[in-house]
Each structure stands twice: as C-alpha cells, then as structure tokens.
C-alpha cells in the first residue's frame, strides 16, 4: 500500500542554519503531496502542497519540489528562526481513496537562538 | 469563530467514565476526520463521515462511537475507555476532491488523559 517515510528527529538546528527534512513515498499513480506542521499544543496546520510532478510548493520560506523519479518531497528553507521549532509531517493524498492521507511519522525541529 | 474548532481542549476521565469530544467546522466542508496522535506512532485515522454517512471505520473498538448529526458537526463519544487510549484526538474538515487531491483542515484537538 501507499506509505511515506520521513527521516528520524529531533533536528536540532542553530538560528539562520538550512533546514533539510528529507521525504519519500510509495504510491500507485500521481499523487498529491502535502507538507503539514503542528506546533506545540496545536493541531496540524497545512504548510504547503505540489499537486503534480516538478511543482514546487512554497509557504513561509519554506519549499518542497515533487520529485516523481526519486519519489521525493523534500522540505527546505535557506535560514530557520525559534520560531519554526515544531513538528513536520509528510503526507500523500492516496489514489486508493481520495479520502485518505497517508501521514510520515513526523519530524521534529528544534532550533536553538 | 472560524476555521475548525474542538472542545474541550482537556478531558482527564476515569475508566468507567462517559464523555463526549465535540468538533465543529466553520469552512462549508462536506467531510470529517477523527484521528488519534499517540506519542511515538504515527497519526491513525479513525473514522470518516462524507455528508453525514460514516464511509470508513478503521477497526476501532466499539468504546469509541462516533456520531455526525450534520455536515458541521462530528462527535466522539467515549465509555468504559482504558489508559492506552490517552492522546491527543484531531479533528478534520476538507471538501471532497474534485481535482484530484484532499486538503484536510485540523482543529487544535483534544488531549485525552485516561486514568
């Protein structure tokens, strides 16, 4: 079945440094990929989305390129402040049902002042 | 009040308690989401209501119950739950796809801690 894999945290960044959260997938067709965030004592907020191959989603300073022939979705941003310290989840819209996101186990960001 | 909303934000209950966790969704969605964060696992979905009609019940025990009144409204009803079961409980909202992919809209959700 479909599935994501993100890479283990924590990160633990120093302020300004670049930001790399590394994430790829398996799925059947085209899917649609998401990048959510969840601060703490928060729900899941939508970061950025790509709906198709070579779009680059973008929100924030962040950006993720859907890579289809290295099934990537990379998260990156050239210069992290404390205020980005949060988790980072990867997810896929599953063509199996259109209802589905499949979710990554998450990733989280520390980044120190 | 805008976007997806969840009360209350903090329930602690004992094992033979009965409570309810409530969502409401202020976006015209015609879909809702329960999912459950654990720590250390990943995010599960539990159930699934497209325009009130359950569609997906992802084998969760029978101490849950969800009901949808309307397409506004989702509840979680809990009884007789046990310890495992604390976490953090999401809700969310999306219109149902017409272009091909879901974007799903989560409230603050509901820390469960059961005793």
């Known amino acids: 079945g479909d599935s994501v894999t993100q890479m283990e945290g924590p990160v633990t960044l120093s302020e300004e440094a670049f930001l790399t959260i590394n994430c790829t997938y398996t799925a059947t067709g085209y899917p649609s990929l998401f990048w959510y965030v969840q601060y703490p004592g928060e729900g899941l907020q939508l970061l950025l989305k790509a709906t198709k191959a070579d779009d680059k989603g973008s929100n924030k300073g962040f950006e993720a390129t859907y890579r289809k022939e290295t099934t990537s979705f990379h998260l990156e941003k050239g210069s992290v402040q404390v205020s980005d310290s949060a988790v980072y989840f990867c997810a896929l819209n599953s063509m199996d049902s259109s209802y589905k996101l499949i979710f990554g186990s998450g990733t989280r960001l520390l980044v120190r002042p | 009040e805008t976007g997806v909303t969840q009360t209350p934000r903090h329930l602690v209950m004992g094992m033979t308690n009965k409570k309810s966790l409530k969502c409401e969704q202020h976006?015209?969605?015609?879909?809702m989401y329960w999912y459950k964060q654990s720590a250390k696992k990943p995010l599960e979905l539990m159930f699934v209501?497209?325009?009130?009609?359950?569609?997906e019940n992802n084998s969760v025990p029978s101490r849950f119950s969800p009901e949808c009144p309307n397409s506004s409204h989702l509840f979680l009803h809990l009884h007789t739950l046990q310890p495992e079961d604390s976490a953090l409980y999401l809700c969310?909202?999306?219109?149902?796809?017409?272009?091909?992919?879901?974007?799903?809209?989560f409230g603050p959700g509901t820390r469960l801690t059961v005793l």
């Open positions: 976006l015209g969605h015609n879909a």
């Open positions: 209501y497209n325009f009130k009609e359950q569609t």
């Open positions: 969310a909202s999306s219109q149902l796809p017409t272009s091909g992919y879901n974007e799903q809209f």
